[in-house]
């Protein structure tokens, strides 16, 4: 390929791509067409480097449409948009992806690549690094995956459930990126990421959308070589607890007599007595909440039902904020925010279905039922943050309201841009439409839509791009 620098085989200034984006031998097979790229998925035979690499086609331009929709796909982009310094380069990335210029996109072990192409014809090989797992990360996490089938059975099934991702965090592997972890490298000479970079991360938020062993391969495991290791170890495992319960058989073991050390012994070595051990396992789940419903009715006319489900919200909050406390860098978060009275019986209500608690929850905080079902929709598309949006009217400092409206006019081209009317405050009303859009202080937008009975109520998941978090109101339509 013409143009390249000599330092990392990228394209310089006004470089060509070949037609496959690159000319390092990169290998692009046929696809099943299964993942919706035109067919050009790429995995490879077991003996060569396709299950360690695959190979995306490039997508025909979509207009109007988000570039995730699913909860981990939502989560690469929160890191490519907290780590940019500047948001002018994602806003002509995400037009660039939207409009077709991001060639194809090959997937390896710690980077993604593909050629993308400005307006003036000029393409530039762009790259974006992210560190592999270590083996010994790998290895905690297999052992946990062989500990939990429902996560492999979910991940056959194109979807990353949340447990999967906290349980780990627990065993201290970290599968989604951070803030930083996504670094750019792109014929351009950017310094930091550009639009190139940036429109090749928003392509990569639709691979991932439909298929999450994209990032585990970027995580340094193909398909096949990740299913091959767990039955590995599914294996391994049953034959030493069928060992293990032969021997039990046999014979019963001694009481192990009580071992310790006395504290003033161990005061008196302490520098030089090993480390303590680490900490034992986290359990999977939380746990069962006692059954509080006897044939006894309780004093004071307490609810049995409401205990036992306060309870189950108990134990599951202290096992989150436990796995959150063992994390590596924990000690680095910010502190959470405490939630008022009337936020966390949001929060609560957002956690169950019975009828009869909901509507205890509704009347104890002063709402009708169909006023806390919106703030329950709101809770869950972005939890305080969200509530925050429906219930409180916000005002913005001019300099805050300058930079809503050039977002505003920069998210669309000239003859795509929507008829939309500010309301006052922080609010935009699509003409002729029940739809709007809402800005929020920490700069992203909320997309609503009005019900029937007049209310507005929040239609998808707020975007840094007001385009985007408008295609949601229409998706919903």
């Not at 592997?173 to 490298?185: F, M, N, Q, S, T």
Request: charged content about 25%; glycine content about 12%; hydrophobic content about 40%.
């Amino acid at each position: 390929m013409s143009g390249t620098d000599g330092r990392n085989g990228r394209g310089g200034r006004g470089g060509r791509d070949d037609g496959n984006g690159w000319d390092d031998g990169d290998s692009q097979g046929s696809g099943d067409g299964r993942n919706g790229w035109d067919g050009g998925d790429s995995r490879g035979s077991g003996d060569s480097r396709g299950d360690i690499e695959r190979t995306f086609a490039a997508p025909a331009p979509v207009r109007g449409r988000g570039f995730a929709h699913t909860w981990w796909g939502r989560a690469w982009l929160k890191a490519l948009e907290e780590t940019a310094l500047d948001g002018e380069p994602l806003t002509k990335g995400r037009r660039q992806a939207r409009a077709g210029a991001v060639g194809a996109v090959s997937v390896r072990p710690g980077r993604i690549t593909a050629v993308v192409q400005d307006r003036d014809g000029s393409a530039y090989r762009s790259d974006v690094l992210w560190q592999p797992l270590s083996e010994d990360e790998w290895d905690r996490f297999l052992d946990m995956a062989v500990d939990r089938a429902g996560h492999i059975a979910a991940l056959l099934d194109r979807e990353m459930p949340p447990h999967l991702v906290e349980d780990a965090a627990a065993a201290g592997v970290e599968l989604l990126p951070g803030i930083g972890d996504l670094e750019p490298e792109c014929g351009c000479e950017a310094w930091d990421h550009c639009a190139h970079s940036a429109a090749l991360c928003y392509q990569m938020a639709r691979l991932l959308d439909q298929d999450p062993f994209v990032l585990l391969l970027m995580r340094g495991r193909g398909e096949r070589r990740l299913l091959d290791e767990l039955q590995v170890r599914s294996v391994a495992r049953a034959s030493r607890t069928a060992g293990a319960d032969g021997e039990a058989a046999d014979a019963e073991a001694p009481a192990p007599e009580a071992s310790g050390v006395p504290a003033e012994a161990a005061f008196a070595v302490r520098d030089s007595l090993p480390p303590l051990p680490a900490p034992p396992p986290l359990p999977g789940e939380p746990g069962q909440a006692p059954a509080l419903d006897t044939d006894t009715d309780p004093a004071g006319g307490a609810d049995a039902d409401a205990l036992e489900f306060l309870a189950a919200d108990a134990a599951a909050r202290a096992l989150r904020m436990l796995s959150e406390a063992l994390a590596p860098g924990h000690e680095h978060q910010p502190l959470e925010t405490e939630l008022t009275v009337h936020q966390d019986a949001v929060r609560l209500a957002a956690a169950t279905s019975d009828t009869r608690l909901l509507a205890r929850l509704a009347s104890n905080t002063g709402r009708e039922r169909a006023e806390l079902d919106r703030a329950v929709q709101a809770w869950r598309y972005g939890g305080a943050a969200g509530l925050a949006v429906l219930e409180e009217e916000w005002t913005p400092e001019p300099e805050a309201l300058t930079r809503a409206e050039a977002a505003l006019h920069s998210a669309w081209e000239d003859d795509d841009r929507p008829r939309l009317l500010p309301l006052g405050g922080a609010r935009w009303s699509l003409a002729d439409t029940p739809a709007q859009l809402r800005y929020a202080p920490d700069g992203r937008w909320w997309p609503y839509r009005e019900t029937p009975d007049g209310h507005w109520t929040p239609a998808g998941p707020p975007d840094q791009d007001p385009a985007a978090a408008l295609a949601e109101v229409s998706a919903e339509g």
